[in-house]
């Protein structure tokens, strides 16, 4: 023990065996997966949680370790069983996430995992600069929050959400998580995607999005916008929808049981309610399902293809739009 010892704010504590120490101030928990006896750094958490590690390995997985351990280490530095100490202001539940994953112990993190998950290893994977898995969690994102209108029009999760690799738990308040991330850290080709999500949310919830944390004022006013100009654009589809009838229209009847007659046009102006009602929430862009679920199947066999590509061409304008506001 070194003079130096006794002005540090963490006490070497090799002469106690830790089933024994005393409750401390400076006590730290053992993690008991990540404490290898051999290790020669300690990385101490906010709630107080020591991972006894191995510098080779933070260094192979993370650049900003792998800086730090470069560096030499200052005359006062901490130590504790004779390791190198560093405090971290994370806590414990992210960091033993990714830990794990630099020691290969996958099993938590293979297959679709949860979304809070996802969080951990996405702020942490960015803070420490692990490249490996920021590269993973884009393309867990990715694959949620398509990013192009022509996997919008066939989201992943709209047939199959089981094999998503993402467990959302709603998914319009976690796409507001999404927002922020793609913003704070530079996801830009999912945010436009992640952006309609996120507008699906109600104005409370919102609103309540920045005293929840999820995400900060600029991101509200983002979202706040691209719901209204996505309410506009459903008014604009359905206007032009209601003028895509062709003038050989055979009509539809009015119902199975019935002889009379009306035409494509009377039908369409009947299911402004359906476009109104469009909040469901899914990722499908600008009323896709109301279209191709419901009112598609009213219309006449004459005039569908006409309705068809004035439907696609109305939702292209409203995703370059909506690209358009995400270019910040
Ligand atoms: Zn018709």
Known sequence: MNDNTSSLRLQPIELEPCAKRRKRDDEIQQHGLLWFEDGNVILITEDRVGFKLHKSVLSLHSDLFKDMFILPQPVESAEMDGCFV???????????????????????????????????????????????????????????????????????????????????????????????????????????????????????????????????????????????????????????????????CKGVPESSSSLLVQSCTHVLAKSWPYFHADKSGTPFFVAHHIWFYRIRKMVCSKCRPNYDNVFRQQQGVAWKRLEDLCTI
């Open 86 to 248: 560093v405090h971290l202001q994370d806590a414990s539940s992210g960091m033993a996430t990714l830990l794990k994953l630099f020691y290969n112990h996958n099993s938590s993190y293979s297959g679709a995992v949860s979304f809070s998950l996802i969080q951990d290893v996405c702020h942490l994977s960015h803070k420490y600069q692990v490249e490996r898995w920021r590269v993973d969690v884009l393309m867990r994102l990715s694959h949620c929050y398509p990013q192009d209108l022509a996997s919008q029009r066939h989201p992943h999760i709209a047939n199959t959400p089981l094999t998503l690799p993402i467990h959302f738990q709603y998914w319009t308040l976690d796409s507001m998580n999404v927002v922020n991330m793609a913003i704070h850290y530079e996801m830009k080709a999912i945010l436009p995607s992640a952006v309609y999500a996120a507008s699906q949310a109600s104005m409370t919830e919102l609103v309540q999005g920045v005293s929840d944390g999820r995400w900060d004022m600029d991101d509200l006013e983002l979202c706040l916008k691209a719901k209204e100009m996505l309410a506009f654009a459903t008014e604009e589809l359905f206007h032009q929808l209601c003028r895509a009838s062709l003038p050989e």
